[in-house]
């Protein structure tokens, strides 16, 4: 699924020394990645890159299949639309539409994605339903004002909007933050099963270690860029 290979980047081209540096990194498709560090050590900067937002200044990013760090912008805008599900550590929800659209919002950029969400259920709206069903938001909050429901609640709807259309990355970047031990070891249970079913890999961060065990990885970022001194 991810195939890292001397991978550098700088915010600036005069910098000394590079915000990130992985000498090598593979993750395998359905793996389920605890990633963790300390504030500053690179794991925004991570993201980005997986997520297409920036191009590496040097080095191969490869994702199922496809050299990132060879696409123009909007190409690698197309490529995270179809293959990429991020739910934010602010969840990014829009306050003035309804869980169910919030969550079908995920697939009005991804004509591949519409496709594969409608395999399941025979319209958007259902398998949007289906999704937050599954995710412990029950359908008398669906059509609600999404402002209105708690953190965790919305945290169940940035999931699914996530999910939907079954993208092969899920990226979860620190989504359970706001939340205590129970309910944050309870809502992972909830994303490992959805990953599951859709078969996709699931990079999760958190600076919170405790979590760690539930995963059948760890990567600590301080320690893989490391390697590459």
Known sequence: MINIKQLSFKWQKQQSNPTLAIAALEIAKGEHVFLHGPSGCGKSTFLSLLAGINRPTSGSLNIFGCELSKLTNSKRDVFRADHIGYIFQNFNLLPYLSPLENVTL????????????????????????????????????HLQNVANLS???????????????SPELIIADEPTSALDTGNRQAFIKLLFEQAQAANSTLIFVSHDESLQPLFNRNIDLIALQEQLS
């Open 106 to 141: 995920g697939c009005q950029f991804s004509k591949q994605r519409q496709k594969k969400a409608l395999v399941n259920s025979m319209t958007l709206n259902q398998e949007a339903a289906r999704l937050l069903n599954a995710l412990g938001l029950s359908e008398q909050f």
């Open 151 to 165: 953190i965790g609640q919305q945290q169940r709807v940035a999931a699914a909007r996530a999910f939907i259309g």
